[in-house]
């Protein structure tokens, strides 16, 4: 198992930007795939990007992709995603969560039940 710690939310308005971090600590080896969820009050947890340890594949939902960039460090022990042009329907709890093994595909990597390890979540507000 490995540790996840994200950072870097906080409260911006419309268009405005944040990148956040989430920091993999422990057998990292349990990180080969690492993704970013989110989660609004009373709504389900999302999937909003994933990448593999290489590096790639990475995968976006449809209502983030263009706007936002996930990617792996140079010591790919912090992943990033990068927000861009960001909307208040991006408010949300953001969660970064990491399975080892093979790329998770195309077909999983949106399901919160694929992931073994999971951060705490940091919180992003996008105000209109």
């Known amino acids: 198992q490995v540790q996840l710690v994200e950072s870097g939310g906080g409260s911006v308005q419309a268009g405005g930007s944040l990148r956040l971090s989430c920091e993999v600590s422990?057998?990292?080896?349990?990180?080969?795939?690492v993704a970013w969820f989110r989660q609004a009050p009373g709504k389900e947890r999302e999937g909003v990007a994933h990448?593999?340890?290489?590096?790639?594949?990475?995968y976006y939902s449809d209502s983030v992709r263009d706007r936002f960039t996930v990617s792996r460090g140079v010591g790919k022990n912090t992943i990033f995603l990068q927000m861009n042009r960001l909307k208040p329907e991006d408010t949300a709890m953001y969660y970064c969560?990491?399975?080892?093994?093979?790329?998770?595909?195309?077909?999983?990597?949106?399901?919160?039940?694929?992931?073994?390890?999971w951060g705490q979540g940091t919180q992003v507000t996008v105000s209109s």
């Open positions: 422990g057998n990292t080896a349990s990180s080969n795939n």
């Open positions: 990448i593999y340890h290489l590096g790639a594949p990475t």
């Open positions: 969560a990491a399975r080892g093994g093979a790329a998770a595909g195309v077909d999983r990597w949106r399901t919160p039940a694929f992931y073994e390890s």
